[in-house]
């Protein structure tokens, strides 16, 4: 081909890409809410505005992968609620669940994990407790009663565990935090990253403190509804790996610490 007719390839496909029906295509579109108390997973951050760690995430995947597109995380949904609307095939994907058998038979989990949680114990800020593992706090008997939320994972974790005393009754992290700080309960159990900023936001800094001991850690998953196409969730988990990869999964974990 010679001069001429190279420009006027160059000129057909500048022509082409400009056109109005050749625009870029339409991003696979994947439906998710914001889960109620889950912070730093989701944090309200004024009327209609919510950010915290798998807000962050959601938009770093499609940076990785433009043809993905997360929507709804600005809607808060209950947390039993958002498990079940997955699982009815409602929307498409939560962000940091752990992987139970239970949840393996409902959702597709994605490897690699995204992020490791740690649980440590909220007391009161007058408590002198020295806690370094379950043993101590076995050793409280009934001065040593856990509080967790019902619906979370927490409850059937210590049921393991064994040999604790255990008030699963509150249904939201809040609440269990104001119960602790009225005295229903020596100890709240709580997962970290974020404490701090969960105890600063409620406006009980100085009332309560976070105990050292890291008493049990788990990894968290995105976790697909089964009906979303085997290709799209290759497209997630490959934009999951880079992230992994390149460390973006750590600066995420330590931004929300």
Request: net charge positive; glycine share 10%.
């Amino acid at each position: 081909m010679g001069p001429k007719g190279l420009r006027c390839g160059l000129m057909l496909l500048g022509a082409l890409l400009g056109a109005p029906g050749l625009a870029a295509p339409t991003p696979t579109v994947l439906k998710v809410v914001a889960q109620e108390g889950t912070e730093p997973k989701f944090i309200p951050a004024g009327i209609g505005r919510v950010v915290g760690l798998c807000v962050d995430l959601y938009r770093a995947i499609e940076r990785v992968d433009p043809s993905l597109q997360f929507v709804g995380d600005q809607t808060w949904l209950p947390l039993l609620r958002a498990h079940s609307e997955l699982l009815a095939h409602q929307h498409d994907a939560l962000c940091a669940v752990l992987r139970t058998d239970q949840r393996a038979r409902q959702y597709v989990f994605l490897d690699p994990p995204l992020f490791q949680l740690r649980y440590q114990l909220i007391a009161r800020a007058g408590d002198t407790a020295v806690i370094h593992d379950w043993d101590d706090v076995r050793q409280l008997g009934a001065q040593g009663v856990l509080l967790t939320n019902s619906g979370y994972i927490t409850p059937i974790m210590l049921e393991h565990i064994g040999g604790l005393r255990i008030d699963a009754s509150a249904s939201t992290p809040a609440a269990n935090l104001d119960k602790l700080v009225a005295g229903h309960g020596r100890f709240f159990l709580h997962r970290a990253p974020g404490i701090q900023g969960f105890i600063d936001r409620a406006g009980l800094a100085g009332k309560v403190k976070i105990l050292p001991a890291v008493m049990a850690t788990t990894n968290v998953y995105m976790a697909l509804g089964t009906h979303v196409d085997p290709a799209v969730r290759l497209r997630v988990r490959r934009a999951i790996e880079q992230l992994d990869r390149n460390g973006e999964l750590q600066r995420m974990l330590r931004k929300w610490d």
